[in-house]
């Protein structure tokens, strides 16, 4: 567990496992800690990389608001000063969304893709979601949790949340037609009753070329804590293997 400064931010970050390299990236108001149940089923395989982004976890806020471009650009310096090339690019939540857009700024740094009820666009977030995370009372466990490790504590989090929420509300702002530059092969997740609308979830998975989709059952938002057996699961074994030709192909019968 190791600090690296990327550009004026002293970044947190750990590596387990050996094999190709893949970069956990957690979603907003949390951090790599989400993705604990992920390690024991991914390391005997994989190279994981977690890292905490700028004011989550044991990384420290900065001033200004939150953007995908300030995200991606640390991103893509993770990615080259300490993977040291591509890698796979396994995102949850808005960190599916900044993978997504290092995926088309910077093709070159990613080998696989997957989305974990990421979107596209600010308007695939179920309507009312965001107005939730302002009432105090359902913050205070999430705040609790970030000043156990923050290096800004626990008095930070609200800053924090409020710049959450309003890239939220502001991004991502891609449109379908934008999604065809997707080159790395994918896997677009979701759970069955995500905040995400089923109908986005969808148009991503039908807009990225030859885009796999896995809709799991049971789960909400937060199914890689709710079913993460299934979920990395699936993550192993799209990350690992080939893409299997199917009998009966419709959407990719041109292919």
Same mark, same amino acid.
């Given at each position: /567990?190791?600090?690296?400064? $990327?550009?004026?931010? &002293?970044?947190?970050?750990?590596?387990?496992?050996?094999? +190709?390299?893949? @970069? $956990?990236?957690?979603?907003?108001? =949390?951090?790599?800690?989400?993705?604990?149940?992920?390690?024991?089923?991914?390391?005997?395989?994989?190279?994981?990389?977690?890292?905490?982004?700028?004011?989550?976890?044991?990384?420290?806020? @900065? &001033? !200004?608001?939150?953007?995908?471009?300030? $995200?991606?650009?640390?991103?893509?310096?993770?990615?080259?000063?300490? =993977?040291?090339?591509?890698?796979?690019?396994?995102?949850?939540?808005?960190?599916?969304?900044?993978?997504?857009?290092?995926?088309?700024?910077?093709?070159?740094?990613?080998?696989?893709?997957?989305?974990?009820?990421?979107?596209?666009?600010?308007?695939?977030?179920?309507?009312?979601?965001?107005?939730?995370? +302002?009432?105090?009372?359902? /913050?205070? *466990?999430?705040?609790?949790?970030?000043?156990?490790?923050? &290096?800004?504590?626990?008095?930070?989090?609200?800053?924090?949340?409020?710049? =959450?929420?309003?890239?939220?509300?502001?991004?991502?702002?891609?449109?379908?037609?934008?999604?065809?530059?997707?080159?790395?092969?994918?896997?677009? /997740?979701?759970?069955?009753?995500? =905040?995400?609308?089923?109908?986005?979830?969808?148009?991503?998975?039908?807009?990225?070329?030859?885009?796999?989709?896995?809709?799991?059952?049971?789960?909400?938002?937060?199914?890689?804590?709710?079913?993460?057996?299934?979920? *990395?699961?699936?993550?192993?074994?799209? $990350? !690992?293997?080939?893409? @299997? &030709?199917?009998?009966?192909?419709?959407?990719?019968?041109?292919?």
């Amino acid at each position: /567990m190791v600090n690296i400064e $990327l550009g004026t931010v &002293p970044t947190w970050f750990d590596v387990h496992g050996d094999g +190709e390299p893949a @970069v $956990l990236l957690h979603g907003g108001f =949390v951090d790599s800690r989400t993705f604990a149940p992920a390690l024991p089923l991914l390391i005997s395989r994989f190279q994981v990389h977690r890292m905490d982004r700028r004011g989550h976890g044991h990384t420290p806020d @900065v &001033p !200004g608001p939150l953007s995908y471009a300030a $995200l991606a650009a640390d991103l893509i310096a993770f990615l080259e000063r300490v =993977v040291g090339g591509p890698a796979h690019l396994v995102g949850h939540s808005d960190g599916a969304n900044l993978a997504l857009r290092v995926a088309l700024d910077r093709p070159d740094l990613v080998r696989k893709l997957v989305l974990i009820s990421g979107n596209y666009h600010a308007d695939g977030i179920l309507p009312g979601v965001l107005d939730g995370f +302002e009432d105090e009372s359902a /913050m205070a *466990y999430l705040a609790t949790k970030h000043g156990e490790v923050s &290096p800004d504590g626990e008095e930070h989090f609200p800053e924090l949340a409020r710049k =959450v929420i309003e890239l939220g509300r502001a991004e991502p702002e891609y449109t379908a037609e934008d999604l065809k530059a997707v080159t790395a092969r994918t896997l677009v /997740m979701a759970g069955d009753d995500d =905040v995400i609308a089923a109908e986005h979830t969808l148009a991503l998975y039908r807009a990225i070329p030859d885009a796999e989709l896995a809709i799991v059952p049971g789960t909400s938002h937060l199914l890689v804590v709710e079913k993460p057996e299934l979920v *990395y699961g699936l993550v192993a074994g799209f $990350l !690992g293997t080939d893409p @299997v &030709p199917t009998r009966q192909p419709i959407r990719r019968a041109g292919g």
